[in-house]
């Protein structure tokens, strides 16, 4: 996907300040059965379509109205994903701003994460 120079701009901007996990360490972490939030950040039919299995969905366009009341402790480990990364990494940056201290963006999102044959799941 093509995407426009200024929301390139802004996800470059939010890069700088947020942390950003690697598909293989979140994986590993799910493995290890580490207790943190992973979150799905996409639109809801993306979300049906297919999601990391062990994902909960909180989409963009809710997700700073909620957090606060699906996760109140703003010291909780949090890991957002989106498609490719650029999203979630917008949501990180929210977030942090919103005094979230430990939040993530994997980079690379789904679209990494199902070509590493990482499991989904449907629905």
């Not at 200024?6 to 950003?20: N, W, Y």
């Not at 580490?34 to 299995?53: G, L, P, Q, S």
């Not at 109140?72 to 650029?86: Q, S, T």
Request: proline letters at 2%; a neutral charge.
């Amino acid at each position: 996907m093509k995407h426009n120079p200024g929301f390139l701009k802004l996800v470059e901007e939010a890069r700088q300040c947020i942390k950003e996990r690697t598909i293989a360490e979140v994986k590993a972490k799910l493995d290890r059965g580490e207790r943190f939030h992973f979150i799905d950040v996409r639109e809801d039919n993306e979300w049906v379509t297919d999601h990391a299995k062990g994902a909960v969905h909180l989409g963009r366009g809710i997700l700073e109205r909620d957090i606060e009341t699906v996760i109140p402790d703003k010291r909780a480990e949090i890991v957002l994903y989106c498609g490719g990364g650029f999203r979630s990494a917008l949501a990180a940056d929210n977030l942090r701003k919103m005094g979230y201290t430990n939040v993530a963006s994997m980079d690379g999102g789904i679209r990494a994460w199902r070509e590493a044959g990482y499991p989904i799941e449907k629905g």
